[in-house]
């Protein structure tokens, strides 16, 4: 004993060339009750514009990491970005500092959501920033190419690693079988053949063929499958807290997950929903034990980590709403009841959470044994020794300016943006000449592009009726929600507004008219087939990349990875878990034309 009471620390667990089980008992000997509780919580971490500490995060009500970590917590989500990602990894750095000030030294395990496409939405994935710009998976999808999507994976890989982010709280390998629901941006589409190939790929590209100091843990979601929502409403909130499975098709759900294991992968995340009709218990993923334990450990040998989704324990508000605890099926539970339940269930971790002292209090008072703690604690120190974490907590500044968004990177990324693009229709003009490729020269009107851009391409003239062609980039429509955090998900009707639909069929009986419409979801395309001179769709791109492909600099090799809908009363007739179920698709999954 030191002078003080403290325990002495035993350094052998800090021995790189010690086995790594000898290395996880030898820590575990010495933590204590408050240490190993500490490694329960996942919560949330932002970086300054600078790259410094915040102290605080009013927006999501989040105590600053440096407090968060002297209360024993080691797992971060980053929110946000810094300027670039010199100030990221400066950023982690401090952090790793802050760790190793900590009686164990245990290092800090960085996470975040995908932040390589054009999505901005906090709960869900964030902006490229300084990092390279991809499609968004839905597009690596279009492209239906696993080695595209292991490039990709690795690229990220490195991009993370250099910046010190060493979990990717992603791929969604979800199915997107109801085609109103607003997170299919982010899966690979509705065929669990295609997705389970490219989940695998993804898996690969981060971890490599073993979890190891290179790598970056992939966490897979959302087990065991959050794609059939009730009425495509996502359970982020309580009226999408239903998953649904009117064609008795649970298991189809299930087939990616399987691949995922096949290629390793280290992390699983439940969803939010609770599933109703089904032989499992109507309460959410997470707190369901049924499914964590006896579907995902026992049945298929699951032994890595299991991270709830965000915020199932605690009510809080976000952006100065109240936002209530995703406690779906078991919302008449206390904070307490809700964590001994998860526990119950087998998770390890809680994501978005951070009392530590609820949880020292259900071991202290007997109500759940400190065995219990242990199992969970061996397999999240495993990670982190594996990961290298302890053996090399740091990273070089430097470096991570140089990697991260490198020119050779950023060029990949564009290359699968323009490969993405799908080709739905190319009417001939009265030539018999096809509209795509756009000859360059032409005159054209321009909406929703840049125009300065555009005038590298052709002249670009204000009023379309003396242009040889109109070039429109639009988005799939959805029904605005009034929440804040609501509004960022873009659910409901997938019928374009009465008014946009005659603003669009004016302009195109003036003008040819070449329709550019960003896919999030599967829009109703039917009015406009017949109006517009030609319709291509992307799944996130730059104004550059969309002129290179319609002016055929480059080629767009796309195929849907999904159907398109005639009708929303077909939609609506479609049972929500069954992939390729409405009627009569104006569009079916594999579509895509070529111009070459």
Known sequence: MSSDSTPVVDPTYLDASLPVDERIANLLGQMTLEEKAGLFFHTVAVPGQDGAVVEDDPVFGMTSVTELIAAGLNHFNLLGSAPDA??????HNTVQRAAAETRLGIPVTISTDPRHAFSDNPAAAMMAGPFSQWPEPLGLAAIGDPDTVERFADIARQEYTAVGIRVALHPQIDLATEPRWSRQNHCFGEDADLTSRLGAAYVRG???????????????????????????????????????????????????????????????????????????????FSFNKSVVTRLLRDRYGFDGIVCTDWGLITDREVFGQPFPARAWGVEHLNERERML???????????????????????????????????????????????????????????????????????????????????LTNRQDAQGTPVLPLARGS????????????????????????????IVRIAAPFEPRTDILESMFHSGSLDFPAEQLDELRTLARTVPTVLDIYLERPA?????????????????????????????????????????????????????DVPFDTADPLFRFGHGLRLR
């Open 206 to 284: 981060f971890q490599g063929g073993a979890l190891g100091t290179e790598s970056v843990s992939a966490m897979a979601k959302h087990f065991p499958g959050g794609g059939p929502q009730k009425d495509g409403e996502d359970p982020h909130f309580a009226h999408g807290r239903e998953q649904v499975y009117p064609g008795d098709n649970f298991d189809y759900h299930l087939k990616p997950f399987e691949a995922a294991f096949e290629a390793g992968v280290s992390q699983i995340m439940p969803y939010y929903g609770m599933p109703v009709g089904t032989e499992y218990e109507e309460v959410g």
């Open 443 to 470: 005159r054209i009107h321009v909406r929703g592009i840049d125009p300065e851009l555009a005038a590298t391409y052709g002249t670009v003239v204000d009023d379309p009726a003396s242009a040889d062609v109109a």
């Open 86 to 91: 010199r100030a990221m990894a400066a950023w």
């Open 341 to 423: 339940r998860l526990l119950d269930a087998g998770v390890d971790q809680f994501g978005g959470e951070q009392n530590v002292g609820m949880l020292v209090e259900l071991v202290r008072s007997g109500t759940v044994d400190e065995q219990r703690l242990d199992i969970s604690a061996r397999r999240i120190l495993r990670e982190k020794f594996v990961l290298g974490l302890f053996d090399h907590p740091y990273v070089d500044e430097g470096r991570a300016e140089r990697a991260v968004g490198s020119a050779e990177f950023r060029a990949a990324g564009a290359a699968a943006q323009r490969a993405a693009f799908t080709v």
């Open 524 to 576: 109703v395309l039917t009015p406009l087939v017949d109006e517009a001179a030609a319709i291509v769709v992307d799944f996130g791109a730059d104004d550059k990349a969309a002129l290179d492909v319609l002016f055929g600099i480059a080629e767009p090799r796309g195929a849907l990875p999904m159907d398109l809908p005639r009708s929303m009363d077909a939609v609506l007739a479609s049972r929500s």
